[in-house]
């Protein structure tokens, strides 16, 4: 009995920290969310239709090359430095090295391209330069503050990982009201000059408070390359099939439609960063866990998925009763918002129960197992939602999404329990190898 008291105790004692960590997590990605929805509305009070309707774009494309810009290295710095931490000046340069490269590429790409398709400015070069500015600020420099907060995370310090969150969502915030409110900004040109300032100073706070860290040695580690490729492809995948619906919708539906499903969209981001605090917060602890084999951490991966889907559903719900606020904070030109929202609400069910098997097989450094997962679903997923959205919007938008997800959740936990069984059974065989040595 005394044992069993012991026992119960020290589980108590291991759970609270983990709890307090989730709500400090939790408690920032809200504040986050809050933020960056109340930026959202102002940019839409102020901006009009269709200025908007550019931004919306425009950020739509720059969110599926983010997850380009840097190659995976990201992911690389968190799984080896929360195993490791001499590693990290290594891994730090390697991550530089990569968004560096990249990041300048993408932009580059963007500013011969886009021009093309989106107008800006009318004077041509200023159309130009103010389209490449965009791509910056949403490219590069959002990857620097994000890269920033993840260094955190692999170091366990997720104190000053939620404070970057937090203080990028407020200052994003405080750039809109200054700007929309104070200085009566209208014109999508003229705010990305306030987006990039903001987005500098933040960048620049962020990498001063990371010099105790240690310096980067700028080498590529090549054996992270295809692991890297391999975790950010999945990722480009998905911004591709996230933003295919949109971009169909656009083609085929009204102004408003387009406004307020993109609107819904960012709703069910925001209802998802509460499940997305409890993966970060237990991603290098999985790491840890899953160094000698994936099967060995699936107890845990198991109450990860009970807890991701009770914050999933409590997600949902709290979204479903606060939608009538929305018209509230966009306005009421915004008039399918809160159907829509309501609509979409529930896909963060299925979404957080297979994020969970895809982050256990991210932290175990089953790379391609979990790229195929993704993306195919993404490419399948894709077409799904362009076909569904130019043949019924946006009904048959809404339909794919759910199609889509729940064959994800099937996927993702079908290829974990796979891999599960594969590194039993090659253990089974190593032991009996041995046993059979040791005999003779």
Request: aromatic share 8%.
């Amino acid at each position: 009995m005394a044992s069993d008291n012991a026992k119960g105790s020290s589980h108590r004692r291991a759970f609270l920290p983990m709890l307090v960590s989730y709500a400090a997590s939790g408690g920032s990605l809200v504040i986050s969310s809050a933020a960056q929805l109340l930026t959202f509305a102002i940019l839409a009070r102020w901006l009009g239709v269709h200025e908007f309707s550019l931004f919306v774009a425009i950020t739509a494309i720059s969110n599926i090359a983010v997850h380009m810009c840097g190659l995976g290295a990201m992911e690389c710095l968190v799984r080896r430095v929360a195993r490791d931490r001499a590693i990290y000046p290594d891994m730090l340069g390697h991550n530089i090295i990569l968004t560096a490269a990249s990041g300048v590429f993408l932009v580059l790409l963007g500013a011969v391209a886009l021009p093309f398709f989106f107008t800006l400015s009318s004077d041509p070069a200023t159309n130009v330069a103010v389209i490449t500015l965009m791509l910056v600020t949403n490219i590069m420099l959002v990857r620097i503050i994000v890269l920033a907060e993840q260094i955190f995370i692999a170091h366990s310090d997720f104190g000053s990982a939620n404070t970057v969150v937090v203080s990028f969502a407020i200052a994003r915030t405080i750039a809109a009201c200054l700007a929309c409110i104070v200085f009566g900004v209208s014109t999508l040109a003229t705010w990305v000059l306030w987006q990039f300032a903001c987005h500098v100073l933040v960048a620049l706070a962020c990498w001063r408070a990371l010099r105790g860290l240690g310096q980067p040695k700028y080498r590529i580690v090549r054996e992270e390359l295809p692991l890297g490729l391999y975790f950010s492809i999945p990722f480009i995948l998905r911004a591709i099939r996230q933003n295919a619906d949109l971009l169909v919708l656009s083609l085929v539906a009204t102004a408003e439609i387009v406004a307020s499903y993109s609107v819904a969209r960012r709703m069910l981001e925001s209802s998802y960063l509460s499940v997305e605090a409890l993966n970060r917060l237990v991603y290098p602890g999985s790491a840890k866990a899953t160094a000698a084999g994936l099967q060995h951490a699936l107890p845990r991966v198991r109450k990860v998925l009970i807890a991701a889907t009770a914050i999933g559903i409590a997600a949902a719900i709290a979204v479903f009763v606060l939608a009538p606020v929305l018209p509230y904070l966009f306005g009421k030109d915004y008039v399918s918002l809160v159907s829509f929202v309501r609509a979409l609400c529930w896909v963060v069910i299925p979404l957080a129960m297979w994020s969970v098997a895809v982050e256990a097989l991210g932290a175990s450094g089953h790379q391609p197992t979990r790229a195929a997962v993704m993306g195919l679903g993404s490419v399948i997923g894709a077409a799904v939602a362009a076909c569904a959205t130019w043949y019924a919007p946006p009904t048959g938008t809404f339909v794919s999404f759910y199609v889509i997800e729940i064959a994800m959740v099937a996927a993702a936990w079908g290829a974990l329990l796979h891999v599960v069984n594969r590194d039993r059974e090659e253990a089974r065989k190593q032991g009996l190898s041995a046993g059979i040595a040791h005999g003779r």
